[in-house]
């Protein structure tokens, strides 16, 4: 199990101990659910190129904070609001949270993934 750790200098703190990979509609759908259900956990989108990344929460029942990084570095934060937000920003990842989660993750800041020190299941 993979955790999303927020990194300003030297101060490090686990901002959600779940983070699931999405790379298809079925892994989009059940993060969705996960994130429906609790805010300890975040979906992550990879690209192999940093390139502008949209996101939104159309069809999408709760609000989500969005964090774009191009390799590591966060180069935008946005909050969607609730059915109808939509942002745009330049990356090769975008995390997506509850609202509120990603409080406090600033512009310049590092996001990482890293290896849970927890096993218990996030189902």
Known sequence: MMRVVHRRGESERTLVPWVERV??????????????RRDECALSFEFESVDERRASTLLTPLSLDVVWTTEGVVTRVARLDVWTGFEQGEGDRVFEFRAGVADGVERGDE?????????????
């Open 111 to 123: 996001l990482a993934v890293r290896q849970s020190q927890s096993s218990r299941s996030m189902v």
């Open 23 to 36: 790379d298809t509609l079925g892994a989009r759908v059940r993060g969705l659910v996960r994130l429906v």
